[in-house]
């Protein structure tokens, strides 16, 4: 089974950096879409920064400028760099690994098990 494992998660003081990573086992790295997702309670989980496995990225508004992901196909593992953190990026960070598959292209989702990223003033 493909299994993702999440690090680099913890507490930091605001305009400080930290680095996720998501390394992925099980099978051979082959996912058309990684991606950063954060959900804190009360609210929907939301999409932070994605990448194809061409090498087209996309970000939310919120985070554009400061965070980067990119991905090590050589690794099987997807990184994020969070630099200059606000308060307000404080939640649960979850790596996704999106395969899609047959002539309709549905797609399947696995997650990473989540990482806290507290962020404080």
């Known amino acids: 089974q493909v299994q993702l494992v999440e690090s680099g998660g913890g507490l930091v003081q605001a305009g400080g950096s930290l680095r996720l990573s998501c390394a992925a086992s099980?099978?051979?790295?082959?996912?058309?879409?990684m991606g950063w997702y954060r959900q804190t309670p009360g609210k929907q989980r939301e999409l932070v920064a994605a990448?194809?496995?061409?090498?087209?990225?996309n970000y939310a508004d919120s985070v554009k400028g400061r965070f980067t992901i990119s991905r090590d196909n050589a690794k099987n593992t997807v990184y994020l760099q969070m630099n200059s953190l606000k308060p307000e990026d404080t939640a649960v960070y979850y790596c996704?690994?999106?395969?899609?598959?047959?002539?309709?292209?549905?797609?399947?989702?696995?997650w990473g098990q989540g990482t806290q990223v507290t962020v404080s003033s």
């Open positions: 996704n690994w999106r395969l899609l598959s047959g002539p309709t292209l549905i797609p399947t989702d696995y």
């Open positions: 099980g099978s051979i790295f082959r996912a058309n879409t």
């Open positions: 990448v194809t496995a061409g090498g087209t990225t």
